[in-house]
């Protein structure tokens, strides 16, 4: 019975063994068949790494050929993500690697918790090493196992900080674009364009990447190289910028504001008072001008090219090529409002007092992305409104009487009664009190002496006799206010015309008042017709129009990209030029410029306007109680017979609260010699009347344009001093004596 069930358990144990070892068989065998290729696939694959190679940075070159981006190489400290997800591996790496790259073990675990980096390349960890350490670093591969030296490029500006807001910066791929950049094809490591040209041309400058693939050992080690696909380097961009022009209107604006700050504005006596208290009884009589802040366009009004386009606050990008933490950002470009500061009893600054005053802010294009009231520089359009649409002839007259009051749109007894305001003056003349009687006056002589009361006419008549349709915007319009020229730069501000729906919408956001935003009045248009109220446009927009005015009607693409070069434009035996003679195309360059529009405009029309624009900066003016010089005929005094010839209008812009040190100054102008066809716009900010303060800047330039005044030579920057935190050096223009013009004691908004 014993045997029996000796044999029993015998038979279940040899059963269950051939079963077991069937399974095991079965395994193997489908190990060996079915999987054999992803099994093979797997193995082959810890034998292998896959590294993407990184395409090198396109290059940025001036109109002659200068560079104003390039690429150095920098050494990084990556380690192998295989080595540090654990944690006390990554610990002990981090440990040792501290000392040798002078990197707290924080900062490196800070990089690995980001989430910015890629798993196909190595984690970085250190940038910017020198030679030595990485050669230590390579030798002691036992003890820093899954560590590399990167080979990476650093972005560098040779001439920094000249054009620093077009040529722009770079920065870190973030965690909020991530997902958009790696959609694109980059690697998390890589530094991206944030600001200006290496911004809105990214997609060529990038260029594309490649990979290799390596077999390597246990310890990552390569062992040979299996396959390789070389990247494409980036495409390289020569602006139509001129770097002689660009220096130049970067000194002449930083220069006139620095002048500007030590003017001071006039806080007069009130006739209304019987001159006996102040127009502002809250201030002294004089207040210092702020200029803090103002744009400079130079624009071929032929082909649309920008040949200088500067903006002040500006800095050196440099600095985001830098260790911008421990507070170093925050001090470099620090926009807190001084004047706004309290402080405690103990001397310490009261933290809700710290408030950001938009005046100092510096990386702001100011040139495109400006938001100003032009003044009396929008005169010329609001004349074409006029001329075109048949509301005047070039013949006809209106008496300025110093006075305009509106009497067709509004209805008098709400007038009388102070319930709106219908009456409107020109500027003040020093000696009078008054506003500036012009007397009979035509489209060109409006144009030459500014008349307000002439174009406050046209405002008001411009609705009256179109039914209160938006016509004066539509013509507007056809100058590109109101709308983004197109430039291929970033974050350009459109501007805007007045009308209707803007007023509802700014309402809406409270930017006015509901009642004022319910409709559309006259009073609103008799504001936009002397660039005034809710007229918003740039510096930009401004050249464009009087681009337009130029060349005969034609509103041309503001063009700042001039040619496309295949990669590898060599450099040229002169130190910081490339030698654009052996570049490639790689897409025929834009010579001639974009067309967006035609104006429709006669030579009747087109005369008229530019003969009050030439009287602008010639004269002569006009008598009717006495002499009134035109606006820009003291500032012009003296012009040399032998430079560019002028046409021009001045214009000043009403600041808050009507103070008249914060009046804004602008001035447009143009070439009238087809050789040199050149447009210029100045912008100043709180710096006061358009002829004292934007008006000499435009002067300079276009005597240094006709190579009359003397210009600095452009040279290769110094390297960029971290020990003094400042966005960017002074800049001065060396001879500053085209500031001067023979200035009259009238006192005018222009």
């Given at each position: 019975?014993?045997?029996?069930?000796?044999s029993?358990?015998l038979?279940?144990?040899?059963?269950?063994?051939?079963?077991?070892?069937?399974?095991?068989?079965?395994?193997?065998?489908?190990?060996?068949?079915?999987?054999?290729?992803?099994?093979?696939?797997?193995?082959?694959?810890?034998?292998?790494?896959?590294?993407?190679?990184?395409?090198?940075?396109?290059?940025?070159?001036?109109?002659e050929?200068?560079?104003?981006?390039?690429?150095e190489?920098?050494?990084?400290?990556?380690?192998d993500?295989?080595?540090?997800r654990?944690?006390?591996?990554?610990?002990e790496?981090?440990?040792?690697?501290?000392?040798?790259?002078?990197?707290?073990?924080?900062e490196?675990?800070?990089?690995?918790?980001?989430?910015?980096?890629?798993t196909l390349?190595?984690?970085?960890?250190?940038?910017d090493?020198?030679?030595?350490?990485?050669?230590?670093?390579r030798?002691?591969?036992?003890?820093?196992?899954?560590?590399?030296?990167?080979?990476?490029?650093?972005?560098?500006y040779?001439?920094?900080?000249?054009?620093?807001?077009v040529?722009?910066?770079?920065?870190?791929?973030?965690?909020?674009?991530?997902?958009?950049?790696l959609?694109?094809?980059?690697?998390?490591?890589?530094?991206?364009?944030?600001?200006?040209?290496e911004?809105?041309m990214e997609?060529?400058?990038?260029?594309?990447?490649g990979?290799?693939?390596y077999?390597?050992?246990?310890?990552?080690?390569?062992?040979?190289?299996i396959?390789?696909?070389?990247?494409?380097?980036?495409?390289?961009?020569?602006?139509?910028?001129?770097?002689?022009?660009?220096?130049?209107?970067?000194?002449?604006?930083e220069?006139?504001?620095?002048?500007?700050q030590?003017?001071?504005?006039?806080?007069?006596?009130?006739p209304?008072?019987?001159?006996?208290?102040?127009?502002f009884?809250?201030?002294?009589?004089?207040?210092?001008?702020k200029?803090?802040?103002?744009a400079v366009?130079?624009?071929?009004?032929?082909?649309?090219?920008?040949?200088?386009?500067?903006?002040?606050?500006t800095?050196?990008?440099?600095?985001?090529?830098?260790?911008?933490?421990?507070?170093?950002?925050?001090?470099?470009?620090?926009?807190?409002?001084?004047?706004?500061?309290?402080?405690d009893?103990?001397?310490e600054?009261?933290p809700?007092?710290?408030k950001?005053?938009?005046?100092?802010?510096t990386?702001?294009?100011r040139?495109?992305?400006?938001?100003?009231?032009?003044?009396?520089t929008?005169?010329p359009?609001?004349?074409?409104?006029?001329?075109?649409?048949?509301?005047?002839?070039?013949?006809?007259?209106?008496?300025?009487?110093?006075?305009?009051?509106m009497?067709d749109?509004?209805?008098?007894n709400?007038?009388?009664?102070?319930?709106?305001?219908?009456?409107?003056?020109?500027?003040?003349?020093?000696?009078?009190?008054?506003?500036?009687?012009?007397g009979?006056?035509?489209?060109?002589?409006?144009?030459?002496?500014?008349?307000?009361?002439?174009?406050y006419?046209?405002?008001?008549?411009?609705?009256?006799?179109?039914?209160?349709?938006?016509?004066?915007?539509?013509?507007?319009?056809?100058?590109?206010f109101?709308?983004?020229?197109g430039?291929?730069?970033?974050?350009?501000?459109?501007?805007t015309v007045?009308?209707?729906?803007?007023?509802?919408?700014?309402?809406?956001?409270?930017?006015i008042?509901?009642?004022e935003?319910?409709?559309?009045?006259?009073?609103?248009?008799?504001?936009?017709?002397?660039?005034?109220?809710?007229?918003?446009?740039s510096?930009?927009?401004?050249?464009?129009?009087?681009s337009?005015?130029?060349?005969?009607?034609?509103?041309?693409?503001?063009?700042?990209?001039?040619?496309?070069?295949?990669?590898?434009?060599?450099?040229?035996?002169?130190?910081?030029f490339?030698?654009?003679?052996?570049?490639?195309f790689?897409?025929?360059?834009?010579?001639?410029?974009?067309?967006?529009?035609?104006?429709?405009?006669?030579?009747?029309?087109?005369?008229?306007?530019?003969?009050?624009?030439?009287?602008?900066?010639?004269?002569?003016?006009?008598?009717?109680?006495?002499?009134?010089?035109?606006?820009?005929?003291?500032?012009?005094?003296?012009y040399?017979?032998?430079?560019?010839?002028?046409?021009?209008?001045?214009?000043?812009?009403?600041?808050?609260e009507n103070y008249?040190?914060?009046?804004?100054?602008?001035?447009?102008?143009?070439?009238?010699?087809?050789?040199?066809?050149?447009?210029?716009?100045?912008?100043?900010?709180?710096?006061?009347y358009?002829?004292?303060?934007?008006?000499?800047?435009?002067?300079?330039?276009?005597l240094?344009?006709?190579?009359?005044?003397p210009?600095?030579?452009?040279?290769?920057?110094?390297?960029l001093?971290?020990?003094?935190?400042v966005?960017?050096?002074?800049k001065?223009l060396?001879?500053?004596?085209?500031?001067?013009?023979?200035f009259?004691?009238?006192?005018?908004?222009?």
């Amino acid at each position: 019975m014993a045997l029996d069930k000796r044999s029993t358990r015998l038979g279940v144990l040899a059963l269950v063994g051939t079963m077991l070892f069937g399974l095991v068989g079965a395994r193997l065998w489908f190990l060996q068949t079915v999987e054999q290729s992803t099994l093979q696939e797997q193995v082959d694959t810890t034998k292998r790494q896959t590294r993407p190679l990184l395409p090198e940075r396109g290059r940025i070159f001036d109109a002659e050929g200068r560079i104003l981006a390039d690429n150095e190489r920098v050494l990084t400290v990556g380690v192998d993500w295989d080595y540090v997800r654990r944690s006390d591996d990554r610990a002990e790496i981090f440990r040792r690697l501290s000392g040798w790259v002078d990197v707290p073990v924080e900062e490196m675990e800070a990089r690995f918790d980001s989430g910015i980096y890629s798993t196909l390349m190595p984690l970085p960890v250190a940038d910017d090493v020198d030679e030595p350490t990485a050669i230590a670093l390579r030798e002691r591969v036992e003890d820093f196992p899954g560590v590399q030296i990167l080979e990476l490029s650093r972005r560098v500006y040779p001439y920094a900080p000249l054009a620093s807001h077009v040529v722009g910066y770079m920065g870190r791929i973030t965690a909020e674009t991530k997902d958009q950049y790696l959609d694109r094809g980059y690697e998390l490591i890589e530094r991206v364009g944030k600001f200006g040209i290496e911004l809105s041309m990214e997609e060529e400058l990038h260029g594309t990447p490649g990979y290799v693939v390596y077999e390597v050992d246990k310890s990552s080690r390569i062992v040979r190289v299996i396959e390789e696909v070389p990247a494409v380097n980036g495409k390289d961009i020569q602006l139509t910028i001129d770097l002689d022009q660009q220096q130049y209107a970067e000194q002449a604006l930083e220069s006139q504001l620095r002048l500007r700050q030590a003017e001071v504005a006039t806080n007069g006596l009130d006739p209304e008072t019987n001159f006996e208290e102040r127009y502002f009884t809250d201030f002294p009589e004089e207040v210092p001008y702020k200029a803090p802040a103002g744009a400079v366009v130079v624009q071929n009004h032929d082909n649309g090219h920008i040949v200088a386009l500067a903006s002040y606050p500006t800095f050196d990008n440099r600095w985001f090529e830098s260790d911008l933490g421990g507070g170093v950002f925050e001090e470099v470009f620090d926009a807190t409002d001084v004047s706004a500061l309290e402080f405690d009893e103990n001397g310490e600054v009261i933290p809700e007092s710290v408030k950001t005053d938009p005046d100092r802010s510096t990386l702001v294009n100011r040139a495109i992305q400006g938001r100003y009231n032009l003044g009396s520089t929008f005169k010329p359009f609001v004349a074409y409104a006029a001329l075109h649409t048949g509301l005047l002839d070039v013949n006809e007259y209106y008496v300025d009487e110093g006075t305009y009051r509106m009497v067709d749109t509004i209805d008098q007894n709400r007038c009388d009664s102070g319930l709106v305001r219908c009456v409107f003056k020109n500027a003040t003349c020093s000696g009078t009190g008054r506003p500036c009687v012009y007397g009979p006056v035509d489209v060109e002589t409006a144009l030459a002496v500014s008349s307000d009361a002439f174009f406050y006419r046209i405002g008001e008549q411009m609705m009256f006799q179109n039914d209160n349709k938006p016509v004066l915007q539509e013509e507007l319009r056809l100058f590109g206010f109101g709308a983004d020229t197109g430039i291929d730069l970033p974050f350009e501000f459109d501007g805007t015309v007045p009308d209707k729906e803007l007023k509802a919408r700014y309402a809406e956001l409270g930017v006015i008042s509901e009642d004022e935003g319910r409709d559309y009045y006259s009073g609103d248009n008799v504001q936009l017709a002397i660039g005034q109220g809710l007229l918003s446009a740039s510096p930009l927009q401004l050249a464009t129009g009087y681009s337009t005015l130029a060349n005969g009607g034609f509103v041309l693409r503001p063009e700042i990209i001039k040619a496309i070069y295949q990669p590898g434009v060599p450099d040229a035996a002169e130190p910081g030029f490339a030698d654009i003679s052996q570049g490639v195309f790689a897409e025929d360059p834009n010579l001639r410029g974009d067309l967006v529009r035609q104006v429709p405009m006669s030579e009747e029309i087109g005369g008229e306007i530019v003969r009050g624009l030439r009287r602008v900066i010639t004269g002569p003016g006009t008598t009717s109680d006495y002499y009134h010089s035109t606006t820009g005929e003291n500032l012009f005094f003296g012009y040399p017979d032998a430079a560019i010839p002028v046409a021009g209008k001045t214009g000043t812009a009403q600041g808050a609260e009507n103070y008249p040190w914060n009046d804004s100054s602008a001035f447009g102008a143009f070439s009238v010699d087809p050789e040199r066809p050149f447009t210029v716009s100045a912008y100043l900010e709180k710096a006061g009347y358009g002829s004292q303060a934007a008006g000499p800047v435009v002067k300079c330039i276009f005597l240094q344009l006709s190579g009359i005044a003397p210009a600095d030579e452009v040279v290769l920057s110094d390297p960029l001093d971290t020990d003094v935190l400042v966005a960017a050096p002074p800049k001065n223009l060396t001879d500053q004596a085209c500031f001067a013009g023979r200035f009259s004691q009238q006192r005018s908004t222009e």
